[in-house]
């Protein structure tokens, strides 16, 4: 079976530090324990733990000023293994395009 390269799917224009954070206003499940505090787990319709997110849409685990991760160290599975640069990043970042800073 032929493999793409990664060097073909990922997008190395698309860096966290141009990017206003959009992966973090997506659903993130919590489904093992890293460690997340509990002031920022919320429940679904389903009754499974996820991200808290507020108002603004972001993850409570944002921090607003420097649209970073304020729980880096122990931030969920899913967030570990969102690759910056792969299609679904390139995804984010379009839809919100005038949040670029
Ligand atoms: S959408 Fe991509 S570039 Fe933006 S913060 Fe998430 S991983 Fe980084
Ligand atoms: S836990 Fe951190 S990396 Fe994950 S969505 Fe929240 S702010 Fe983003």
């Known amino acids: 079976m032929n493999t793409i390269p990664l060097t073909e799917i990922i997008d190395p224009a698309a860096t966290c530090s141009t990017c206003a954070a959009c992966c973090c206003q997506l659903e993130v499940m919590l489904i093992t324990d890293t460690g997340v505090p509990d002031r920022f787990i919320d429940t679904d319709d389903w009754g499974g733990e996820v ?29 570990r293994e969102f690759e910056m640069g792969a299609p679904e990043c390139i995804e984010e970042r379009r839809g919100i395009a005038t949040a670029y800073r």
């Open 51 to 79: 991200m808290l997110r507020l108002d603004d849409g972001w993850c409570a685990a944002l921090d607003r000023d420097t649209m970073m991760c304020t729980i880096y160290e122990k931030r969920p599975l899913i967030c």
